[in-house]
């Protein structure tokens, strides 16, 4: 009997398109490609979600790869990106139908300390009964440890979670785990059709 909803945050509760956020820094192509594939697509953008690298070490390495045309800017999009993270409005309908239905909800997301710059923006946050973040625990979905440390932080049991994520790779995962899941393509009638049948 599923007792546990768990959402990842990233194009589930709320928008994120790298792509996007450039865009309201500059409309040259070639430019965008470089920001995109060595800020947002670098395996430091990765490190920092993991935790283990802050934001000035980010910055510094980014910088240093990135011309000089182009440092300043980089500086501000690694300051301000999560402003460019809006919430999925709908999804507030759906956190609360499933609270009226007593189910417990979670969060599970692979997401640097800048959360914490945009939690409240979160639809329905005060609904959720645990965030369990990425850069707390120096781990990323879709490791398997992740979702151990997961279940093991709330006392979960996996058979009795459902997890929704936008990712395949990350819902493969959870079931491997013993979390069943469902991949969201932002169908918010097929999500509540899911959900009303778990």
């Not at 430091?44 to 800017?73: A, H, N």
């Not at 058979?159 to 899941?181: Q, R, T, V, Y």
């Not at 169908?187 to 009303?196: A, G, K, R």
Request: aromatic share 14%.
């Amino acid at each position: 009997m599923i007792k546990n909803i768990v959402f990842d945050m990233g194009n589930v509760l709320m928008s994120y398109d790298p792509k996007e956020m450039l865009k309201h820094y500059t409309n040259e192509t070639s430019e965008l490609k470089l920001l995109l594939n060595e800020i947002f697509q670098s395996v430091e953008w990765l490190q920092f979600d993991r935790g283990i690298i802050d934001k000035d070490t980010l910055k510094l390495i980014v910088s240093e790869r990135v011309p000089d045309s182009l440092k300043q800017i980089s500086f501000e999009i690694l300051d301000n990106w999560y402003q460019y993270v809006f919430p999925i409005e709908q999804m507030g309908d759906v956190i609360d139908s499933l609270k009226e239905k007593k189910f417990n909800l979670y969060i599970l997301s692979n997401v640097s300390s800048d959360f914490h710059l945009f939690k409240n923006r979160i639809p329905s946050i005060n609904k959720f009964d645990g965030i369990f973040l990425s850069s707390d625990w120096k781990l990323l979905k879709p490791e398997k440890e992740i979702y151990q440390t997961f279940y093991s932080y709330f006392k979960l049991n996996p058979a009795e979670c459902f997890f929704i994520d936008d990712m395949p790779a990350n819902i493969e995962s959870a079931k491997l785990s013993g979390m069943e899941g469902y991949i969201f393509k932002k169908d918010f009638e097929q999500l509540m059709n899911v959900l009303n049948s778990i």
